[in-house]
């Protein structure tokens, strides 16, 4: 089972579930897709500094849903292989981070498989950050999370989330998620990234070579600990323990002791 | 552009050198990706740095920065050798058979300057630099290509000095890596097979920056890519409408539609006919602007209205003059400017004390002044250049105004692009606060000119007074209230002022109505009966079927040639032709060299509209109306006094073939190639702030400046803007590891970069994509800065300041475009 809010059924979602096809290959690492980005969903830029990399921010933050991870690696034909590998929330079918979530309707996914957020809901626990297999959640000031939730408010609207909507030479295309999925095979891709990892990602990834050349996880999966403990306490929250107090408890449980918002950022 | 952005897509053979499209233009990446993935094109991406345009290449070469003609005469040679060049377009279609001037000699002879050469005055004469005529003024020619003066054996004798070898050795370019390229490029010589070429500031911003440019025309010549889709050579302008300006006549030495300036010895209309227009006594040769009297009376009667007319010249007199050998160009003006020369300064949409080559001069140059007005969105490091680092602002007199401009959301009008199309463009908002429309600026201003003129007279009031300005309703002073942009529009196509007929029909045949809107340049005339504010705009706002109709607004998707001329999309210039020299992409019968992407075919059947006579081009708007050129028919280069495409180029000032010089600042005691070791035509600029140093221990560095995606020029417009700062905060060096090893810096630190000019801080980026330089045996290290940065926004100073303020007052020899691209510098630990 995975944590589908009630409302929105199975069938529906698979019917109507929409996905981003990533093609690293046809990115350009200009970033439109971070401004655009920022732009709809009106979070603030932040005072950075230059690290010695292209890459900034240099990884997702509360008010940084995308953001473009630039890689140097060796290459065969070329003095260097440089590779822009767009970074988010993946969307996951099986979703690690819902799973966890002790606060009803803090996370929720929408009828195109959007695996969106409401901050008023948002208890400040973390425990989606234990759950996520990708490191994508974030906690802003305020302690309420922030991620990308595929424009969820476009996207109901019949609109392409910004990042897709800007980005100049199709690296990031939205659509229904099996056309896309039969085009990036059409176009040669054997294996698609996504395509079943956690039944199937809402982030598709057209990969030319091994996932990890591309700094992703072979096989992504949410951590067992989560996956027991969202079996077992869990439904204490909704049993009325109350969602803090179930959350700490997970979170002690799936774990370990809290550190501090380093872990998270 | 010969062609345009969506063109890119009907290309084989891409070459991206002298520009970086992904990071400076990323929507042109849209058609270069396209061509690589529907069509299998290739993309060879020519850089000193590993760019993310590279990061996109099937090949890519490293080079060093200011070796491009050398890397490109390796090119030629390898066209040359090998008989890769396209036969029956060489002959027919580029001045290759043309017999040249016995007495011509070039570098290889000269030991690196060509014949004629003034070592005092550092100019040529360039008499010897012409054509053998025949006893009809017609150039000679041997269409056999065999005779020892043609052009193109010359052509050969010039670039066997650039042995790949040798050109490996001056650029640091691996030999097989050279050869990789010249192989793939020069598979576009055949007639099915396409390259294309898109360059930018890479190329221009150097002494030999035009020159540059002329090596990949020859190269596309000598493969018969220009006109044809896919091809042509092709500026990736850097500015959304600078191509625009440009047109409307923004720099100092043309008018609007490329009209020349007139210098003061021109002392009236017929003298300056006289001199700006080429002749032929070719019958074949279309020889466009010997149309140039049309425009300049047409453009003239534009500005001064009712009270130009023939007999007073049209009031040519009126027009401001340059001095006999005058340049005005932006080093020059700034060196004046320094020299105390100017009282006042607009600095209108620019950040020269960030954008200004040798910006410390320039923020100098700036404290001579008595006023100066900065119109601009925001304030910026020019405005406030005397609070800046190193001013003592007690000790500035410059008395500055700042005008708030709208943005381009904020007004209406057209924008031209790269491609030469001029589109509509329409307000979305009102200016904010007491911001103004340019035009609205100018207006106002205008109106307070005037009005001291007529009230006190002054030196010079009638250009002033009488110049016309009816671009909009005028209230009880007779001033405009706001400027109509549709009446600007409408001035800059033109008008009839009387009816207009084509004298060559019998009976004159009527063609244009008096009062309405110019139907087309074809229609403009020498005597008055016209007006034009630039003739190459002349249709883009005409009568149609008893309608106005503005061409740049529409926005018809259809595609009849499926090339992606979309000719009913907006309007592009000339005469709404999408693709230039488009008559060089068929054969002498007028069939496409290549009929699956035929820009243009001849149907010998179908009937003329307007003649009524069989005969008719298809596809694009031809460049010209002449039957396919045959064996006695037009040549197809319409715009070159001899109809044809120059191989050999007399027109410039620092050689008819281009010929390596090392840039005025290079790591290197000799060239190589010869003994001339910089173009020995370039000015050179003589105060103290203007010092270079060549070889010298203390900028060991070759340096090279760029723009990045995230910031726009100087970054006025985006260091304002968080989401882009964040992504791009403060000034940066690329390096290789090599280098970063050598002085012992990490990636991420502060470095102190320096130049004989001035210097600045910056965070090394030590990177795998920049590699050192095999160069004559000796390796050289380059680095590479961006020049988005200056001392005023981020106010904490977090961003560091321009890399201008590093780079060398010096400019082509041609075009004066400062030479930022190639210079010396040294990388320190902060």
Known sequence: ?????????????????????????????????????????????????????????????????????????????????????????????????????????????????????????????????????????????????????????????????????????????????????????????????????????????????????????????????????????????????????AGALIHYAAVGPHKDDEEVK | ????????????????????????????????????????????????????TAAKA????????????????????????????????????????????????????????????????????????????????????????????????????????????????????????????????????????????LYAMGWTQHTIGTQNIRAMTIIQLLLGNVGMAGGGINALRGESNVQGSTDHGLLFHILPGYLSVPSASLTNLAAYIEKYTPKTKDPRSVNWWSNRNKYIASYLKAIY???????????????????????????????????????????????????????????????????????????????????????????????????????????????????????????????????????????????????????????????IVNLTWNYGDKDKNGKIAKIDTHAVAKEINGYNHADVYDKKATPPKLIGKKGELCATFGNLQADGSTSSGNWIYCQSYIMKDGKVVNMMARRGKNDPTKLGLYPEWAWAWPVNRRIIYNRASVDLQGRPWDPKRAVLKWNATKLDAKTNKPGVWEGDVPDGPAPPMNDTGKYPFIMKPDGVGSIFGPGLADGPFPEHYEALECPLEENSMSKQRINPTMKLFAEKEDAFFSCDTRYPFVATTYRVSEHWQTGVLTRHQPWQLEMEPQQFVEMSEELAKEKNIKNGEKVTVSSGRGEIWAIAMVTSRFKPFKVAGTTVHQVGLPWCFGWQYPENGSGGDSSNLLTPTVGDANTMIPETKAFMVNVRKA
């Open chain 2, 58 to 197: 099937d090949v890519y070469a490293a080079m060093r920065s200011g070796t491009d003609i050398p890397f490109l005469g390796g090119m030629i040679k390898y066209i040359l050798d090998n008989n890769l060049y396209f036969k029956e377009y060489v002959a027919n279609y580029t001045n290759a058979s043309f017999l040249v001037n016995p007495d011509f000699r070039g570098p290889g002879a000269l030991d690196g300057v060509f014949s004629g050469y003034d070592k005092e005055k550092r100019k040529y004469d360039k008499k010897t630099w012409s054509f053998q005529m025949d006893e009809n003024g017609i150039p000679k020619k041997d269409h056999t290509l065999q005779h020892p003066n043609c052009v193109f054996q010359l052509l050969k004798k010039q670039y066997s000095r650039y042995t790949v070898d040798k050109v490996s050795s001056i650029t640091g370019t691996p030999k097989e890596k050279l050869l990789e390229v010249y192989k793939l490029y020069a598979s576009t010589g055949k007639p099915n097979r396409v390259g294309t070429e």
């Open chain 1, 1 to 245: 089972m995975s944590g589908r809010p009630e409302g929105v059924n199975m069938s529906t979602i698979e019917k109507t579930r929409k996905a981003l096809l990533l093609s690293p290959e046809l990115c350009i690492g200009c970033r439109g897709c971070q401004t655009a980005c920022k732009s709809w969903n009106q979070l603030p830029g932040m005072a950075t500094k230059n690290t010695g990399t292209t890459q900034n921010p240099p990884d997702l933050e509360p008010s940084t849903y995308n953001i473009i991870r630039y890689s140097e690696i060796p290459s065969e034909t070329h003095d260097v292989r440089w590779l822009f590998v767009s970074r988010r929330c993946m969307h996951c079918d099986d979703a690690g981070c819902m799973k966890i979530c002790p606060a009803p309707g803090a996370l929720f996914k929408t009828k195109e498989g959007a695996v969106a957020f409401n901050k008023d809901k948002c208890i400040g626990c973390k425990l989606c950050v234990a759950g996520c297999p990708f490191d994508v959640p974030r906690y802003d000031a305020q302690d309420k999370i922030g991620k990308c939730n595929l424009c969820a408010d476009r996207i109901a609207e019949g609109l392409t989330p910004a990042c897709a909507k800007t980005c100049p030479t199709g690296a990031i295309r939205f659509g229904d998620r099996d056309e896309l999925l039969s085009s990036a095979k059409k176009a040669g891709y054997g294996k698609v990234y996504g395509e079943a990892d956690l039944g199937g990602l809402g982030a598709l990834y057209a990969f030319k070579d091994a996932p990890k050349i591309y700094g992703m996880n072979e096989n992504p999966a949410i951590p067992e600990s989560v996956v027991f403990w969202h079996k077992v306490l869990k439904p204490l929250s909704v049993i009325g323990l109350g969602g803090a107090i």
């Open chain 2, 1 to 52: 552009m010969t062609n345009h952005w969506i063109d890119i897509k009907n290309a084989d053979v891409i070459l991206v050198m002298g520009s970086n499209p992904a990071e400076n233009h990323p929507i042109s990446m849209k058609w270069v990706m396209r061509a690589q993935q529907e069509r299998g094109a290739k993309l060879i991406v020519v850089d000193p740095r590993f760019t993310r």
């Open chain 2, 305 to 463: 209205g009712p009270s130009a007319n023939q007999d007073n010249d049209f009031r040519y007199t009126w027009l401001p003059k340059l001095d006999e050998g005058m340049n005005a160009s932006w080093l020059v003006l700034f060196d004046q400017m320094f020299k105390g020369k100017f009282e006042g300064f607009f600095a209108w949409g620019q950040n020269p004390a960030c954008s200004g080559a040798n910006a410390g001069k320039v923020r100098t140059a700036l404290s001579k002044l008595k006023w100066m007005v900065n119109v601009n969105l925001f304030d910026n490091e020019t405005g406030s250049f005397w609070k800046g680092p190193g001013m003592n602002s007690k000790d500035v007199q410059t008395e500055v105004f700042l005008l708030p401009a709208a943005s381009s959301v904020e007004k209406e009008g057209s924008i031209t692009n790269s491609g030469r199309l001029a589109q509509w463009r329409y307000k979305a908002i009102e200016p904010i606060g007491q911001s103004m429309a340019d035009s609205d600026i100018m207006n106002e201003l205008y109106f307070r000119v005037r009005e001291l003129y007529r009230k006190q007279g002054g030196k010079f009031p009638a250009p």
